[in-house]
């Protein structure tokens, strides 16, 4: 087994295990080949952690480092760093191998003088590097309430001491987004690479029709684009054949949902008035891809 610095000759070998790596695990598909592509332009982009594994000649895995920032109380920041994607072949899961990794380039982020990570993932695989939850540190993430002990926000302080007892907020930085935020110049990307199937399955990240909010669970509940493939953004109810089947403002969208009231209270923990199910969609609709200003 050999870790190196990732050279320019390795790109494309690279982006195609990250998309091996991660097709269908989140989401279906998936968008983090493009995110790295991306990201080595990008000012926050550490190349010296852009490090690849190899095995036999061969290259299993990889992982990145981005820089990034925190948002204290007081409204200044200060700087921090999250890393991500790291990627393992297929062939090479759940033996170790990414373990090896991200130890091998924790250790060397210590040495560059990087004292503390935020990222998002499963607890239960990243406690074997050193990391918690970051509300343990006092360290919140921007998309949930503050007092929450959110479960997938993790961190770790590289040199102890380093945050100082400081309470703070974080984001991903914007690079991560970058998929979202071109998303011609992703499906043009992805273009390049071998066609594969993309599915919804069990274990994923809750799936949302970004025009109404129905849960999606299965590829049945999904709308169909021009050529009658399945659209994993919608459902089948807003939209069909690659258009939308409601022609409506987000309001109307709104009022119209609204009507289901008595069906999503059968999933909830604690039933809601009609208005109190609006004014939850008037919070959560703008962050809808269709309703996105």
């Not at 190899?54 to 200060?78: P, Q, Y």
Request: glycine letters at 8%; aromatic letters at 12%; proline letters at 6%.
């Amino acid at each position: 087994m050999n870790i190196r610095l990732e050279k320019p000759e390795d790109y494309r070998e690279v982006e195609h295990l990250t998309r091996e790596s991660f097709w269908n695990v989140y989401r279906p598909g998936c968008t983090e080949h493009f995110v790295l592509h991306q990201y080595r332009n990008n000012p926050d982009f550490i190349p010296e952690l852009d490090l690849v594994m190899e095995e036999d000649g061969k290259i299993i895995g990889h992982v990145m480092f981005s820089k990034a920032e925190l948002v204290l109380d007081d409204g200044t920041h200060r700087p921090s760093w999250t890393f991500g994607p790291i990627s393992i072949h297929p062939d090479y899961q759940r033996k170790g191998y990414g373990l090896k990794l991200l130890n091998h380039a924790l250790e060397r982020a210590r040495e560059l003088g990087i004292g503390f990570l935020c990222m998002e993932g499963n607890v239960k695989f990243y406690k074997h590097a050193g990391f918690d939850l970051a509300s343990k540190l006092g360290i919140h993430y921007h998309a949930e309430p503050r007092d929450a002990e959110v479960p997938y926000f993790l961190a770790q302080e590289l040199i102890p001491g380093w945050l100082g007892g400081i309470e703070a907020s974080y984001c991903p930085p914007k690079g991560y987004f970058v998929a979202d935020a071109q998303p011609d110049a992703f499906a043009a990307y992805e273009a390049t690479f071998p066609a594969k199937e993309k599915t919804l399955r069990a274990g994923q990240l809750p799936q949302f029709c970004q025009s109404c909010g129905m849960p999606l669970t299965q590829n049945e509940d999904c709308g169909t684009n021009a050529d009658g493939s399945i659209n994993f953004d919608y459902c089948k109810y807003c939209y069909e054949g690659g258009k939308f089947l409601q022609d409506c403002t987000m309001e109307e969208m709104i009022e119209h949902c609204a009507q289901f009231v008595d069906e999503v209270n059968k999933q909830m923990p604690q039933p809601m008035t009609h208005d109190e199910y609006k004014a939850m969609m008037r919070g959560f609709f703008p962050m809808l891809k269709r309703w996105k200003q």
